[in-house]
């Protein structure tokens, strides 16, 4: 059988969407919808640091492998932090930017990232698609190539092929098939059981109600405010640009069973309003915003409207994005996540490895420690 032919791809909408999605699989975030959503939109573009190089693989017409790579001029949009590494790189007079992302952009997702067919070369397909970056890395004299909250089985090619590993930690909540919100309240300790009544309590007495509206029913309007809600609160904080309206319309009109927004209102009018996509097994926290500050908000729209959901659905897993250790003392428990690296300068690679040693024993000894707080009465 003829080898496969690797063709850079700039524009996904070269890509038929059923030939891209036979290989991304149910995943909402390596979609052609979505990923398509974050380039017609703006969003995920060379304008703001995001240049599409899919490598992909064909025999024939007949697309066998892709990888969402990405040559980036900054680290924004990312949630694996090499900012430190960028300033090293400077401060010793080497470009640190371009460099080469393989990621899902603006998403903390553990998925594949070697998206290839299932045939019996899929291995085969896997291994070349990673020799292929690497080498266009080195052939484009990229600084690195980096690989964002990949699965275990591409972390394992990787690491096979030489590439450094880099763990991190987010808190996902776990659905013990409880019957609804009260017995999910009673499995956790007495302090962090009460702690959520009071937050919940202080809301409604706020006179805030909340509503979940999935992606078939939701309006043009209830995706506009959530933009809204979005662009103020990042305004707020500083942040640079990332998501916009037209992103957020794309991705309703176009994934309308894999979206649920949560939107708070108060004296009839919407004052907050969160993101999630849905699968069957699994509620992903996105994105919020709020034009309004009440205690507990944050909480009930973010966390407490989604774990609810989750019951009501039988939704095994919610995952409540990058970062957040406050989300322990609300039911969701540590879970490590992977990174993998490859750097082009020798001695930056020996004092990234060694400090990824480190890096590596200090997250052990992290999420040791959380779980010994764990906020459940035992164990799970």
Same mark, same amino acid.
């Given at each position: /059988?003829?080898?496969?032919?690797?063709?850079?791809?700039?524009?996904? +909408?070269?890509?038929?969407?059923?030939?891209?999605?036979? %290989?991304?699989?149910?995943?909402?975030?390596?979609?052609?919808?979505?990923?398509?959503?974050?380039?017609?939109?703006?969003?995920?573009?060379?304008?703001?640091?995001?240049?599409?190089?899919?490598?992909?693989?064909?025999?024939? +017409?007949?697309?066998?492998?892709? /990888?969402?790579? &990405?040559?980036? /001029?900054?680290? &924004?949009?990312?949630?694996?932090?090499?900012?430190?590494? *960028?300033?090293?790189?400077?401060?010793?007079?080497?470009?640190?930017?371009?460099?080469?992302?393989?990621?899902?952009?603006?998403?903390?997702?553990?998925?594949?990232?070697?998206?290839?067919?299932?045939?019996?070369?899929?291995?085969?397909?896997?291994?070349?698609?990673?020799?292929?970056?690497?080498?266009?890395?080195?052939?484009?004299? $990229?600084?690195? %190539?980096?690989?964002?909250?990949?699965?275990?089985?591409?972390?394992?090619?990787?690491?096979?092929?030489?590439?450094?590993?880099?763990?991190? $930690?987010?808190?996902?909540?776990?659905?013990?098939? &409880?019957?609804?919100?009260?017995?999910?309240?009673?499995?956790?300790?007495?302090?962090?059981?009460?702690?959520?009544?009071?937050?919940?309590?202080?809301?409604?007495?706020?006179?805030?109600?909340?509503?979940?509206?999935?992606?078939?029913?939701?309006?043009?309007?209830?995706?506009?405010?959530?933009?809204e809600c979005y662009a103020h609160t990042r305004q707020l904080h500083n942040?640079?640009?990332?998501?916009?309206?037209?992103?957020?319309?794309?991705?309703? *009109?176009? /994934?309308?069973?894999?979206?649920? %927004?949560?939107?708070?209102?108060?004296?009839?009018?919407?004052?907050?309003? +969160?993101?999630?996509?849905?699968?069957?097994?699994?509620?992903?926290?996105?994105?919020?915003?709020?034009?309004?500050?009440?205690?507990?908000?944050?909480?009930?729209?973010?966390?407490?409207?989604?774990?609810?959901?989750?019951?009501?659905?039988?939704?095994?897993?919610?995952?409540? =994005?990058?970062? =957040?250790?406050?989300?322990?003392?609300?039911?969701?428990?540590? $879970?490590?996540?992977?990174?993998?690296?490859?750097?082009?300068?020798?001695?930056?690679?020996?004092?990234?490895?060694?400090?990824?040693?480190?890096?590596?024993?200090?997250?052990?000894?992290y999420v040791d420690e959380l779980n010994e707080r764990s906020p459940f009465?035992?164990?799970?």
């Amino acid at each position: /059988m003829n080898a496969p032919t690797l063709k850079i791809i700039e524009n996904l +909408a070269d890509i038929s969407a059923a030939d891209w999605d036979a %290989l991304a699989g149910k995943d909402p975030f390596l979609s052609h919808a979505y990923l398509y959503a974050l380039q017609e939109s703006g969003c995920a573009t060379a304008q703001f640091g995001w240049q599409a190089q899919f490598i992909t693989l064909w025999r024939d +017409a007949r697309l066998l492998g892709a /990888m969402p790579l &990405y040559l980036k /001029m900054n680290s &924004y949009g990312e949630h694996v932090f090499d900012f430190a590494w *960028a300033d090293a790189y400077h401060r010793n007079g080497l470009r640190y930017y371009p460099k080469l992302v393989c990621a899902v952009p603006f998403t903390p997702v553990t998925g594949k990232r070697l998206l290839v067919a299932a045939c019996p070369e899929a291995d085969e397909l896997r291994a070349l698609l990673l020799s292929s970056a690497l080498q266009l890395a080195k052939d484009t004299g $990229v600084s690195s %190539l980096h690989y964002l909250f990949p699965d275990e089985a591409d972390t394992r090619e990787m690491q096979a092929q030489g590439i450094m590993l880099r763990q991190d $930690v987010q808190f996902h909540w776990q659905n013990r098939g &409880y019957r609804d919100f009260d017995e999910f309240l009673a499995a956790l300790s007495r302090d962090k059981r009460k702690r959520i009544k009071q937050e919940r309590r202080k809301v409604k007495e706020a006179g805030i109600q909340l509503q979940c509206v999935t992606g078939d029913i939701a309006t043009v309007d209830q995706w506009a405010f959530f933009a809204e809600c979005y662009a103020h609160t990042r305004q707020l904080h500083n942040s640079p640009p990332a998501l916009n309206d037209d992103f957020f319309q794309r991705i309703g *009109a176009a /994934m309308p069973n894999n979206t649920l %927004l949560v939107i708070a209102t108060r004296e009839g009018r919407p004052i907050a309003s +969160a993101l999630n996509i849905v699968t069957g097994d699994v509620l992903y926290g996105r994105s919020w915003g709020a034009f309004e500050f009440h205690p507990g908000l944050h909480f009930e729209t973010c966390y407490y409207q989604a774990i609810e959901f989750c019951i009501a659905r039988n939704i095994k897993t919610f995952e409540g =994005g990058a970062q =957040g250790e406050h989300k322990l003392a609300r039911g969701f428990l540590p $879970v490590t996540t992977r990174s993998a690296h490859w750097l082009a300068h020798p001695q930056f690679a020996r004092a990234v490895e060694d400090y990824l040693q480190q890096e590596t024993s200090a997250i052990s000894e992290y999420v040791d420690e959380l779980n010994e707080r764990s906020p459940f009465k035992h164990q799970p």
